[in-house]
């Protein structure tokens, strides 16, 4: 069975820090790039940030630049999103996936990286407030 399951979400105060964690299963975990993506109440669900397979490019929407790190472990099939300086603005419904295209510059080349396979999770709810 085909298993995205989000944790580490929560209330935190406004500056504080959130881990977020996401364990896969019943997948080739290294074929995919990955990603969290986060739906705000009344808005769409939208990116935040993606990590290439091998894990050594991970790019991020300009809001959350300098405060979020995502990471993987493969051994582990297992990715994380390390959230500093929270805001109330980034109160939302978190969610992993799998599958989601990554494009990024090496070496003067574009690369991208996408399973033809989209899979989410449940998501997990992170309120950021006072």
């Known amino acids: 069975q085909v298993q995205l399951v989000e944790s580490g979400g929560g209330l935190v105060q406004p500056g504080g820090s959130l881990t977020l964690s996401c364990a896969a299963s019943?997948?080739?975990?290294?074929?995919?790039?990955m990603a969290w993506y986060r739906q705000a109440p009344g808005k769409e669900r939208a990116l935040v940030a993606i990590?290439?397979?091998?894990?050594?490019?991970?790019n991020y929407v300009d809001s959350v630049k300098g405060r979020f790190t995502m990471s993987r472990d493969n051994a582990r099939k297992t990715v994380y999103l390390q959230m500093s300086r929270l805001k109330s603005e980034d109160t939302a419904v978190y969610f992993c996936?799998?599958?989601?295209?990554?494009?990024?510059?090496?070496?003067?080349?574009?690369?991208?990286?996408?399973?033809?396979?989209?899979?989410w999770g449940q998501g997990t709810l992170v309120t950021v407030s006072s």
């Open positions: 996936n799998a599958g989601s295209r990554i494009e990024y510059f090496r070496g003067g080349w574009r690369h991208w990286e996408e399973h033809e396979r989209q899979v």
């Open positions: 019943g997948l080739d975990f290294h074929n995919y790039p």
């Open positions: 990590v290439n397979k091998v894990g050594d490019v991970a």
